[in-house]
């Protein structure tokens, strides 16, 4: 839009008044209506029934699956069936598993009454019940966890439905002998992250997972050691690279939170340092590295004013925390997290949305703990506003969406241009329910595999691991790094979605574009 130079100075300044305020408008409008969180919450819970192993329900709402691994655990004599596998291929991770299980419980002890106005609540619910009801049963012993079921290497060798799976089944624990202090703890948060979640509706459900998760927690600690030096299986796919103390602060503050017991919170404060809580400036929230999350809890504590003896220590945790937070939103003086050219947050190359969809949570969560609290967010010479850092967290859901370079919502089902060649063997094979006939493992790569049509079956609610760090995306099968999808990727988003669907955003200045 051009005017004359020969406008005079009031006739300037009141054309810049309407068109401030016609931008003003059209922004509102358009962001108003623009992307539909209802719908996307909806079906990020679906996909979740998409990722069951195990006997399906009877109100199952993703037909294409069938029951499966229904053997899981026999030839060890336990019973192991059910749960998620965590992404295309059908091995039960543990870590990844509760990660997952945390962060869908989270979502809803933060945004319960959201979800439950979006009439998702009882979906959620059920997603975590589903991991939770396999870690009841995964926990034999008070010092025994069985945290894998299948074997990564010989599983992509073949490429199979779930239904028609012909690969190891070989299930591995942790026990005294052979510790697991990181898998143990992190799935003592996720049984008491979901104790929490279960509390009113079904009390004792809730106290049996409490139950389990106070067990698991001094399994962990009593018994230390990283859980791929135990289960070798598990080091090509999911070696945790941060050890276990970052598991162990986490589990303890998860157990504060749903207990209220003042000894767990020692736990935090007392180690604190030596186990990397306040030492560790972390650019990263992940299945792997907890230090984020756990820094976002401890500031919450403080922000509640409830324990004012352990203030010193909580404010190096917020600390840390905010570091976190102003790395993403690109206020600190060095160590910001990278951004595409279309502004998406990019930490490494494989499966980047998961670091995407975590970060957006966690700046979600803590702009309504600053706003409940009256505070700011400090970074490094400016103060930001919780408004503006919801904002940033809309953007990087909006980009998911489709609000990106290639108009590509990577939120797969939700929009009209979805990634359509998932790296995913069920999506990827006619349904089981349609051709109920045996594919083996060479017959799947050769006939579904490789070829060049979109998949058969819709993994609806999967979050792909995204573009690169220019934006470009190849939707290709064999693409994996950027086309499968992970339970991890999607858990955190569906509590951001029950947030954004009921919120009101105000427009920040910063946020208005216009030419003169």
Known sequence: ?????????????????????????????????????????????????????????????????????????????????????????????????????????????????????????????????WGTDYFIKAHTEPNVLWVEVGDGDTDHYCWQRPEDMTTSRQAYKVDAQNPGSDVAAETTAAMAAASMAFRDSNPHYSHLLLHHAQELFDFADMYRGKYDGSVGAVKSYYASVSGYRDELLWAAMWLYKATGNDQYLAYVVNNAECFGGIGWAITEFSWDVKYAGLQILASKVLMEGKQERYANVLKQYQCKAEHYLCSCLQKNNDSNVDLTPGRLIYVRQWNNMQYVSTATFLLTVYSDYLQKANKTLNCVGQEVRPQEMLEFAKSQVDYILGSNPREMSYLVGFGSNYPINIHHRGASIVSYKENSGFIGCTQGYDHWYSRSRPNPNVLVGALVGGPDNLDNFSDHRGNYMQTEACTYNTAPLVGVFARLNTSKLRLSQSQLVYSV
């Open 1 to 129: 839009m051009g005017i004359r130079r020969q406008c005079s100075s009031r006739c300037l300044s009141s054309f810049l008044a309407k068109t401030t305020l016609f931008v003003l408008i059209a922004f509102s409008s358009a962001t108003a209506v623009r992307f539909n969180y209802g719908e996307a919450l909806e079906k990020s819970l679906l996909y979740f029934e998409a990722q069951r192993s195990g006997r399906l329900p009877y109100n199952q709402r993703v037909r294409w699956r069938d029951h499966s691994g229904l053997t899981d655990g026999l030839e060890q004599g336990v019973d192991l069936v059910g749960g998620y596998y965590d992404a295309g291929d059908h091995v039960k991770f543990g870590l990844p598993m509760a990660f997952t299980v945390t962060m869908l419980s989270w979502s809803v002890v933060e945004y319960r009454d959201e979800m439950k106005g979006a009439g998702q609540l009882a979906h959620a619910m059920e997603a975590i019940k």
